[in-house]
């Protein structure tokens, strides 16, 4: 009696250090008996002994648990995939060899696209150069027809074969000027002689000691030159 008394309280101390896991019988063979009942699959067999018991019932308490946070794990791995962009990333835009009457736009972008540049006297635009189809991811595009001396303001586009489009815009560039010089003569008048330029630009300057002067950065367009000097006229 002796024996057994202390094989059970051996069997239920075990048992008590699995938390709210399982209840200890009063008796071995009762919670034996009621372990295999309450568990029918065939390969499970409970030993006489409660320790080995609590701890089998223990991992089979824990095994959804674990099973579940597993799941979840698997789940969230399977949304990492990054979607690919859908715009056209331009960088490096430039006016570069502009001349009185033209100026070349370039540009770099992620992908291969096409070439189109928006450009105008005001940031509005208003004029387009066609459509370059070559798909590229450095591009070049001549924009001409400009008048001399003049700020125009641009934007270049990029589509790529996706239909996905980018844009930069905000850009601006001058034109190189016209420049008009002449030399009045005879130097004597000539010299230290003031001259007017009126037209599409009115501006004066005053000519040199041998009567040569000139005008820089000027805007296209229709001028006339005249001279001035006192006690001197002055004739085509």
């Not at 591009?139 to 003049?150: D, E």
Request: glycine share 10%; hydrophobic share 30%; proline share 6%.
């Amino acid at each position: 009696m002796r024996a057994k008394r202390s094989q059970r309280s051996v069997g239920m101390s075990a048992c008590k250090s699995a938390p709210d896991l399982l209840r200890v019988h009063s008796r071995q063979q009762n919670f034996a008996k009621s372990a295999l009942r309450a568990t029918p699959l065939k390969w499970l067999r409970v030993a006489w002994r409660p320790w080995p018991a609590c701890l089998l019932l223990t991992v089979l308490a824990l095994a959804p648990i674990m099973l579940l946070n597993g799941c979840a794990g698997f789940v969230s791995g399977a949304n990492t995939t990054t979607p690919p962009p859908t715009t056209v990333n331009i960088t490096n835009v430039q006016a570069i060899s502009t001349t009185t009457s033209s100026t070349q736009v370039v540009w770099t972008t992620d992908v291969a696209s096409n070439s189109v540049v928006n450009y105008g006297t005001t940031t509005s635009y208003g004029s387009n150069t066609p459509v370059d189809p070559t798909m590229v991811t450095s591009h070049q595009v001549t924009v001409s027809g400009l008048s001399a001396g003049t700020t125009y303001y641009f934007q270049v586009q990029s589509t790529d074969s996706k239909n996905n489009n980018g844009k930069s815009g905000g850009h601006k560039f001058a034109t190189v000027g016209v420049s008009i010089s002449g030399t009045i003569t005879p130097s004597k008048g000539g010299g230290g002689a003031t001259v007017t330029l009126s037209g599409t630009s009115s501006v004066t300057t005053t000519a040199n000691g041998s009567g040569v002067y000139s005008f820089t950065g000027l805007a296209s367009g229709s001028y006339g030159v005249k001279p001035s000097n006192p006690g001197y006229s002055f004739t085509p």
